[in-house]
């Protein structure tokens, strides 16, 4: 099973580089990392499991972190409606999004990043994504508000691009206005 110590940290170059695509069907090497990398999500949202094996807890993991140069991620996480979007996706691409922008109240983080770096990161509100399943079908997921922020944040790592390359500049305190907050 992977832990902590499979995840490489800010500062590895495998972070900064845009990744492969994966040939399709996947190979049973690449599913089975896949699987792995679904599974370790799980394990970190499980109290008693991320506490024996020190897990952080997380909904995305991408292939990058693992030092692999290929375009597939995991996401595990659960909407404001309770509904699980649990997927292992190869080749993702985000196909619409709305013009309409939202962020994570509080900022974003990042299994790979050890430390605090506040700051808002805008993300589409609504995006259509299309991928490669675990089992090898097609798939086109319409998201939003968190899960979105998920799959966006994830799509980045696969593209070298980290959630504070996104924040943007302090606005001065005059010239705020509503900033549609999730
Ligand atoms: O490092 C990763 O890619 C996993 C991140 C993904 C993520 C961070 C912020 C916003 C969206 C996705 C980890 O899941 S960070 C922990 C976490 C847990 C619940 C909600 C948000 C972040
Ligand atoms: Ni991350």
């Known amino acids: 099973m992977l832990t902590m110590d499979d995840i490489v940290r800010e500062g ?8 492969e695509e994966v040939p399709v069907p996947p190979s049973e090497e690449d599913k089975n990392t896949l699987k792995e990398m679904l599974e370790f999500l ?27 140069n290929k375009r597939m991620f995991a996401v595990h996480v659960t909407d404001e409606k309770d509904r699980l979007y649990s997927y292992g996706l190869f080749n993702p691409k985000i196909t619409r999004h709305s013009v309409e922008m939202t962020h994570l109240e509080g900022g974003e983080g990042c299994l790979s990043v050890d430390r605090e770096v506040p700051g808002d990161v805008p993300r589409y509100k609504r995006i259509t994504l299309e991928g490669t399943t675990l089992e090898g079908e097609k798939v086109r997921l319409r998201l939003r508000d968190l899960p979105a922020i998920v799959f966006q944040h994830e799509l980045d790592h696969l593209n070298g691009v980290m959630f504070y390359d996104r924040i943007e500049e302090e606005i001065p305190e005059t010239d705020k206005k509503d900033d549609g907050a999730l």
């Open 42 to 68: 799980q394990n970190s949202q499980d109290p008693e499991m991320a506490e024996k094996y020190d897990l952080r807890s997380g909904v995305g993991l991408a292939a990058p972190q693992l030092g692999i």
């Open 12 to 19: 590895h170059p495998a972070l900064r580089k845009v990744t």
